[in-house]
């Protein structure tokens, strides 16, 4: 890590974690569900999700929309599953 990085970001990438942002586009399987329907493993969550210039915090009943960007936390093992499961 950077030495200049926010201790939160050290502690993640010492311990394991990781935090990463996708864009939803509007081929994507996740589009246009409920965040409970997209099926994300246990160990990697929705932190925000980030809507043009508005902010929204993460619900199981939120609807995923295109161009929506999704700020996800969780351990590194947990996303290469997620990306694994995408392909």
Known sequence: ??????????????????????????????????????????????????RGEEIVIANPEIVLLPGDRITLLGKKEAKAEQKEKKE
């Open 1 to 50: 890590a950077p030495e200049h990085a926010p201790d939160w970001q050290n502690d993640l990438e010492r311990n394991g974690g990781t935090l990463t942002q996708v864009t939803l586009d509007a081929q994507s399987t996740a589009a246009h569900r409920q965040l409970k329907e997209i099926g994300l493993p246990h160990d990697l969550v929705v932190g925000m999700i980030l």
